[in-house]
């Protein structure tokens, strides 16, 4: 099976930096990605890493270790609508050995404060 | 990218009755979808995979014959819970991978929020 492990929650202010952690114990491993979730809302798509390295998409950027089975989603120039939870996902083979699926980590909830 | 439209965003019913949940692709077609759900506070918990004109692929611990999903066209699958109970009660989501977005984008419903009374 898969496990994966992030903070439950994170709280800074408004123009801060903010770094999620989440490490990973998976088979068939491709990828990790990040969805953002606000509360009450369905999950959207944050970011994707299947190699090594940093991905940066404006003020978000994710970022992969696939030999510490290790990666981070890092929050810069936090505003308040940024509040909402986090999860860490792997892109995995399914059980069956026929398909991609995704495994959703616990999630973080980020608090934005004024 | 591509949307993914649920239906019903909430219902109520009574212990015992079925609850029929549609998730739609709208713009592309799907040959799979996948089913989750997530309990207040908690993480998404994959329940099945459902696949076009087959068997859907059902999660270790998750009945079968409680949760029924069928996948009978490229663009629509269904999940009806069964004899719903108040513990079924719970936020179900739907979604299907999004090919216009990147192989590896999974694009979510807005979700239906089941409550058994």
């Known amino acids: 099976g898969q496990s994966l492990e992030q903070p439950s929650e994170v709280t800074a202010v408004e123009g801060a930096i903010v770094q999620i952690n989440c490490t990973y114990q998976t088979s068939g491993f491709y990828g990790l990605s990040w969805y953002q979730q606000h509360d009450g809302g369905a999950p959207t798509f944050l970011s994707y890493n299947a190699l090594d390295g940093l991905e940066e998409t404006g003020r978000f950027s994710s970022f992969l270790s696939r030999s510490d089975s290790y990666g981070y989603l890092l929050l810069q120039e936090l505003q308040m609508k940024d509040s909402a939870s986090y999860f860490c996902a792997v892109f995995v083979t399914s059980s069956s050995g026929s398909a991609r699926q995704l495994t959703f980590g616990s999630g973080t909830q980020l608090t934005v404060l004024p | 990218g591509a949307v993914v439209s649920q239906h019903p965003s909430w219902v109520i019913c009574k212990s015992g009755t079925s609850v029929k949940i549609e998730c739609r692709s709208l713009d592309f077609q799907a040959t799979t979808m996948f089913w989750y759900r997530q309990f207040p506070k908690q993480s998404l918990m994959l329940m099945a995979t459902?696949?076009?004109?087959?068997?859907?692929?059902?999660e270790q611990g998750v009945e079968k014959d409680k949760f029924l999903i069928n996948h009978a066209s490229l663009t629509l699958s269904t999940l009806t819970v069964t004899s719903a109970h108040p513990e079924d009660s719970s936020f179900y989501i739907c979604s299907a991978w999004d090919s216009f977005s990147g192989a590896n984008v999974l694009t979510f419903g807005a979700g239906s929020r089941l409550t058994v009374l």
């Open positions: 459902s696949n076009e004109g087959s068997k859907a692929t059902y």
